[in-house]
């Protein structure tokens, strides 16, 4: 199925959000699905490393990470939101680089893991670090999914989709919301 293209709405992100989270935006706890990286990785102190660089300090209360989203950003990262397929930036991208967290600047995934689902999000075949990003089960919309965290800030990305056929190494669809990353290309 093809859903048609859309932008991002404000009225789509609120539904979605009482649909997801029906308890008032209180994220349920959910099992960790085997697999998924236990913790964040460690802090590098005195690193030079432009990782290190990209990376933000990881805001402690909710009014600091609204603070440096955006609405739409919030609502995905922070509440589970899905962005309607087709709006995002990364959607076709082709343009060679890294894909950072958005709200934390870790690196996620690399273009070379990137791959063509037309599904309407940017798939990934496999985590550029298999520490980058932990799995929950995600028992949301009447579905069992695999939901993909940020392991450094637990930020909301996506969900990952395995076995569907895909001719990738991993048969892994990491199904990622364009407005959870950040481009950064390579020179
Ligand atoms: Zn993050």
Not at 11 to 23: A, M, T
Not at 166 to 177: F, L, M
Request: with cysteine; glycine share 8%.
């Amino acid at each position: 199925m093809v859903p048609l293209p859309g932008k991002i709405g404000s009225e789509l992100l609120k539904g979605e959000y009482r649909d997801i989270y029906p308890s008032d935006g209180v994220r349920p706890a959910e099992p960790e699905v085997s697999g998924g990286a236990r913790a964040a990785r460690p802090e590098t102190a005195g690193s030079v490393r432009t990782m290190d660089e990209a990376m933000t300090p990881v805001p402690k209360t909710e009014k600091e990470w609204r603070e440096r989203l955006a609405p739409e950003e919030y609502a995905v990262l922070r509440r589970g939101a899905t962005e309607q397929p087709w709006s995002g930036d990364y959607v076709s991208t082709d343009t060679v680089g890294v894909y950072r967290c958005r709200a934390c600047g870790a690196e996620l995934f690399r273009s070379a893991e990137k791959f063509e689902s037309h599904c309407g999000w940017p798939s990934f075949h496999d985590p550029a670090d298999t520490d980058a990003v932990t799995l929950h089960e995600d028992r949301a919309l009447g579905m069992i999914r695999t939901e993909v965290r940020c392991a450094r800030c637990d930020s909301h990305l996506g969900h990952v989709f395995h076995g569907e056929g895909y001719p990738t190494p991993t048969d892994d669809r990491y199904c990622i919301n364009s407005v959870a990353l950040t481009l950064e290309a390579y020179d």
